[in-house]
């Protein structure tokens, strides 16, 4: 049983679009992590929310903590072929003292 | 520069030929950590280590070992490699006393194929 659900798993979109990406849970968090992947690279971390209902914004990208700390979603405003790439939702270590990963959606954004 | 590097980035082997892959880091980080990632599972912890002699398993630990005996390097040992093993591993480090913002640095990825 996957611990944290993502969906969708794929996303195509054009540039410009909007678009937004869900990471749910049947677990409450103290907090948790966003991170972008690149083809050939490794995760780079994105932002991490910590209060139930926080939104943290990093340019274009909106990232929002739900109130009872169990889901997030990531919203894309006016896409581009730049935000290409593998996006991550991750908690931990302070549900025991590992790390966990959500599937991933995959988005590719055609120009 | 901070980083975290792994060797080798690309590795084909046979059943049962014992490899390793060194992951090292220059962040004097306390927690480090092996995932694979395969497609559709994402990415899945192998093996932690709170500090230096102190590993712990992670979700998938069956068929892999580690050693933690300096603060810098954690590498990933497959003693006899199965074809299920292969897959995409990532070293990955953090300041664990952080908690509240635990940014993980991972490596670039080491691509293993077992034949």
């Known amino acids: 049983t996957q611990l944290l659900e993502q969906s969708p798993q794929f996303l195509s979109i054009q540039e410009g679009e909007n678009l937004t990406v869900y990471c749910n849970s049947s677990?409450?968090?103290?907090?948790l992590q966003w991170y972008r992947q690149e083809p050939g690279e490794g995760p780079v971390l994105l932002v991490t929310?910590?209060?139930?209902?926080e939104v943290k914004k990093l340019k274009r990208l909106t990232f929002q903590f739900g109130d009872a700390r169990k889901d997030s979603s990531l919203h894309i405003t006016a896409a581009q072929t730049g935000d290409t790439g593998l996006y991550l939702c991750?908690?931990?270590?302070?549900?025991?003292?590992?790390?966990?990963f959500g599937t991933g959606t995959s988005l590719t954004v055609i120009p | 520069e901070a980083q975290v590097t792994q060797n080798p980035r690309y590795l084909i082997t046979v059943t049962g030929k014992k490899l390793t892959v060194t992951c090292s880091q220059n962040?004097?980080?306390?927690?480090m950590s092996w995932y694979r990632q395969d497609p559709g599972l994402g990415l899945r912890q192998i093996y932690y280590?709170?500090?230096?002699?102190?590993?712990d398993k992670g979700d998938v630990p069956e068929g892999y070992k580690v050693s933690r005996k300096e603060k810098r390097n954690f590498p990933l040992i497959l003693e006899s490699p199965s074809p299920n093993q292969t897959s995409l591993y990532f070293c990955?480090?953090?300041?664990?006393?952080?908690?509240?913002?635990?940014?993980?640095?991972f490596g670039p990825g080491t691509r293993l194929t077992v034949t």
């Open positions: 990955a480090s953090t300041a664990a006393t952080h908690r509240a913002s635990y940014e993980q640095y």
């Open positions: 677990s409450v968090f103290s907090s």
């Open positions: 929310v910590v209060t139930g209902g």
């Open positions: 991750a908690v931990g270590p302070s549900t025991g003292n590992q790390f966990y």
């Open positions: 962040m004097n980080h306390e927690y």
């Open positions: 280590s709170m500090n230096v002699e102190v590993t």
